[in-house]
């Protein structure tokens, strides 16, 4: 691939761990969403859907931590509605136990997938924001180091 | 033959994952011997996933079918990824990208296995 240096790189550093915790739970996310929308949509369609939802999400948010660019604000967006959805939902299943009648990724705050999915969002936020902060400080020429790569 | 092999694949993965946190620990870049290992595992699961295919008929229940088959298809993607990353991204980070992935396959081909033996 011989395309130029992005100036907003989120690759580098602890950005390639997160594409790949990202890119299993997309995995995990979009397999496990197909096979419940394909086998046995009817026993809980909203708890399917909104795994589909965030099936796609993942998908989104893993390209735009590995793409960087111009898809740093993309990725912002798809981390944010993560982070709400993962709240959201995580305590409407508390809540309103009934709707859920089937896990998700995102119920019980993500508990079934170790709270990674709780967690994870966060965390691309705050790697987005640094890599952000570091291409304007590039900008500004003060960045001579882009941070630990 | 799902039995044997996928227990070997868990054994190469959790090795592949000591190795690569003592890699990043250590500050060593992804060489050789540690790709051979990546592959060991690669080869196995690609095998994993034509065995498995092959044996479907062993599985009764449709919907654990279906999850028996996402998993051996998400499977391969693991390891191929994160070697590929490892070698486009030289960072320690890389190796604990490749430690991290390591586990997951460790962890989903346990359970690919815990879903084949509950049928006997």
């Known amino acids: 691939m011989a395309e130029p240096r992005p100036d907003r790189r989120a690759l580098g550093g602890p950005g390639v761990l997160l594409v790949v915790v990202y890119g299993v739970l997309a995995l995990a996310a979009t397999g496990r969403s197909v096979l419940q929308i394909s086998e046995y949509f009817d026993r809980a369609p909203l708890a399917y859907l909104l795994s589909a939802v965030a099936a796609v999400v993942y998908v989104l948010a893993t390209w735009c931590l590995a793409r960087g660019g111009r898809w740093v604000r993309v990725g912002v967006v798809a981390c944010a509605v993560e982070l709400a959805g993962v709240l959201v939902v995580g305590t409407a299943s508390y809540v309103v136990p009934s709707a859920f009648p089937d896990k998700t990724v995102w119920s019980h705050f993500g508990q079934g997938y170790g709270f990674v999915p709780l967690v994870l969002p966060v965390l691309g936020l705050l790697w987005f924001r640094k890599v952000e902060h570091d291409a304007a400080a590039a900008e500004r020429g003060d960045g001579l180091a882009p941070g630990p790569r | ?120």
């Open chain 2, 1 to 120: 033959m799902i039995e044997p092999l996928t227990y070997a694949v868990v054994g190469l993965a959790a090795v592949l994952c000591v190795a690569a946190v003592w890699y990043a620990a250590r500050d060593r870049l992804i060489d050789d011997r540690l790709l051979v290992v990546a592959g060991l595992v690669e080869v196995g699961l690609v095998v994993l996933l034509v065995g498995g295919l092959l044996g479907l008929d062993h599985i009764g229940d449709t919907a654990e079918k279906a999850t028996f088959i996402a998993y051996l298809v998400s499977l391969p993607v693991i390891p191929a990824g994160t070697a590929f990353l490892a070698i486009k991204e030289k960072s320690r980070w890389a190796m604990g990208s490749i430690a991290v992935g390591a586990f997951a396959v460790a962890v989903m081909a346990a359970r690919l296995l815990q879903i084949w033996m509950s049928y006997g």
